[in-house]
């Protein structure tokens, strides 16, 4: 009723000024008109928000506006923004992001109410109408709602495709990747150039994940690693803009930013270069069939995908139009995350050269200087698992963790309805005093334990919820074992060979954050690899 009264006002409002302005005239009796709809709108918001909230109880909340509700007050940046309002309204917060609404979880016990004790209720992710059209009608398994699908590719991510077996066999992949890297900061820091850090390490990150699910296919030829570095930069780009329609009904159905022709151009780029790569490996699949090839090649994701694909017996059917969203999935997930980790990583221990050093002291003790250190060393460096935790803890690359509620229920005393998007604020979570000492403070050591082991107790796997970069229950990162990896021995290669001069400024860097679905640099970190060993990475 409130609504069907909101939406009358509004059309009169809309309609009217149509009027108004196309007749051009000069009416301040126009200007009055539109100031009482909006007064008699906000206060009827107000009403029924108020309303609402004595009926069933919800968490606090601050007054919404008529129409966008709270969406003003997640400016500029959204987790820092919904950090600010838990310090007011607490832990767990009511807030409407135009007509949606949403709740937020800022503190480690609000974590795990939601996601462990609540987990049924919250294993779904809100759709988007950007993410829809990209992956094909939602056919991916990041979005996919909790169900016999997702459970399914759920299933093969942990058992095949992210498990430790072909994490295993795909080293070489990843071996071969980092070498490459290593070259290209030599070649530039012996020149004394100084490189943009953040793009170097992204062209690493999509290398290793091009590769790892589809071969050589992307980076054996520079111009289509580039042209899939432009696609995953375009799509999170277009993923991470505000689309007015996805959150005020009023403009459900209407394209007012021009996203459609946008998403459709880049869908079609992707497709093509998909529809090409299964046809090239469909091509070299049957040619091996033919050739009764006894060897077992090594397969790459697509391969792994294609089979299941190829499987009568298989539990679900896996289309081409699942394969193709999953590897955007994987794109997405995988290649942006582990390159600002990294990126983050090197510009705290620039500006903290005690811990640089002590970081390059345990490295040159336990691999010495004549061999670069390798995924197999990492075990053995205590130290920098603790460094890449802290920054995971400071700075997680995926500050928000975005779920939705499949029915309603019960939170804290809290009602919660059906439909209800979930924020927890794993940014806020890994600042918060009443679980970390001196928070804001880059400090490695906290993870370590007194014998000088890393402390066991706390894990990035989300057992412990102040601390759950990779998030946390069934819907957690089945990427975490890859990431970390990827960046540990990436980093810790970086502080073994390299030392990193600034220009300019003092010699510190500046860690501003920028808007973004992910936790992104505001300005990025430029130095000189500066070569301190001089050993040639192998091909
Ligand atoms: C430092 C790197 C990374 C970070 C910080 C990160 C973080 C996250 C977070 C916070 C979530 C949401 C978890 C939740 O809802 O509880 C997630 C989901 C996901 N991540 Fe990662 N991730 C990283 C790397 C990767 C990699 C390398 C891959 C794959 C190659 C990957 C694949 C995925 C997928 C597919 C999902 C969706 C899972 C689902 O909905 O069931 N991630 N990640």
């Not at 329609?245 to 093509?272: H, P, V």
């Not at 804290?412 to 309805?417: H, K, L, M, R, V």
């Not at 890393?454 to 998030?471: A, E, N, S, T, Y």
């Amino acid at each position: 009723m409130g609504e069907e009264f909101l939406y009358f006002l509004y059309t009169r409002a809309l309609r009217y000024s149509k009027t108004y302005f196309h007749s051009n005239m000069v009416d301040y009796q126009g200007y009055i008109l539109l100031f009482i709809i909006w007064l008699v709108s906000t206060i009827v918001v107000r009403a029924i928000f108020t309303r609402k909230q004595n009926k069933a109880k919800q968490p606090p909340s601050p007054l919404p506006l008529p129409i966008i509700g709270h969406l003003h007050l997640l400016a500029p940046i959204p987790h820092q923004a919904l950090h600010k309002l838990s310090t007011r309204y607490g832990p767990i917060m009511h807030l409407l992001l135009g007509s949606l609404p949403c709740v937020v979880a800022s503190t480690p016990a609000a974590a795990k109410e939601f996601l462990k004790t609540h987990e049924n209720h919250f294993s779904n992710r809100p759709q988007s109408s950007a993410v829809d059209y990209l992956t094909y009608g939602s056919q991916d398994f990041s979005f996919a709602p909790f169900g016999p699908y997702w459970k399914f590719m759920k299933k093969i991510c942990m058992s095949e495709l992210l498990g430790g077996h072909t994490l295993t066999q795909l080293l070489p992949v990843r071996r071969q990747e980092t070498s490459r890297f290593l070259r290209l900061l030599f070649k530039k820091g012996k020149a004394g150039k100084a490189i943009d850090v953040g793009g170097e390490l992204l062209t690493l990150s999509n290398n290793v994940v091009s590769r790892m699910i589809m071969s050589q296919t992307c980076s054996e030829n520079d111009s289509e690693a580039a042209e899939v570095r432009k696609l995953v930069q375009d799509t999170a780009h277009l993923t991470g803009k505000f689309n007015v329609s996805d959150f005020i009904w009023f403009f459900k159905n209407w394209d007012l930013q021009g996203f459609g022709k946008r998403l459709e151009e880049i869908r079609d780029r992707f497709d093509t270069m998909m529809e090409r790569v299964i046809k090239e490996h469909e091509e070299e699949r049957r040619k091996r069939k033919e050739l009764g090839d006894g060897q077992n090649p090594i397969k790459d994701l697509l391969d792994i995908l294609l089979d299941i694909h190829n499987d009568k017996n298989s539990d679900i059917k896996l289309t081409k139009e699942n394969i193709k969203a999953f590897i955007l999935d994987i794109f997405m997930a995988g290649t942006d995350t582990s390159a600002l980790t990294t990126e983050w990583a090197l510009a705290e221990l620039i500006n903290h050269p005690r811990v640089m050093e002590k970081a390059r002291q345990e490295i040159d003790a336990v691999i010495g200087k004549r061999r670069i250190v390798e995924e197999s060393d990492i075990a053995n460096l205590p130290y920098l698992q603790a460094i890449v935790k802290e920054t995971l803890r400071i700075h997680p690359t995926g500050p928000l963790i975005v779920r939705e509620s499949s029915e309603s229920c019960t939170v804290w005393g809290y009602e919660i309805p059906a439909k209800t998007q979930l924020f927890v604020n794993v940014w806020a979570i890994g600042r918060d005093p009443n679980h970390w000492e001196n928070p804001l403070e880059f400090r490695p050591e906290r993870f370590i334990s007194e014998e000088g082991s890393v402390k066991g107790r706390l894990d990035v796997r989300g057992q412990h919820f102040h601390l759950i970069p990779f998030g946390s229950g069934r819907r957690g990162c089945p990427g975490t074992s890859l990431a970390l990896q990827v960046v540990q021995t990436n980093l810790a290669a970086m502080i073994q060979c390299f030392e990193w001069k600034v220009n300019g400024g003092n010699g510190t860097i500046d860690m501003q954050e920028k808007p973004g679905l992910t936790l992104s640099r505001a300005h990025p970190l430029i130095c000189v690899p500066v070569p301190r060993l001089y050993l040639v990475p192998p091909i």
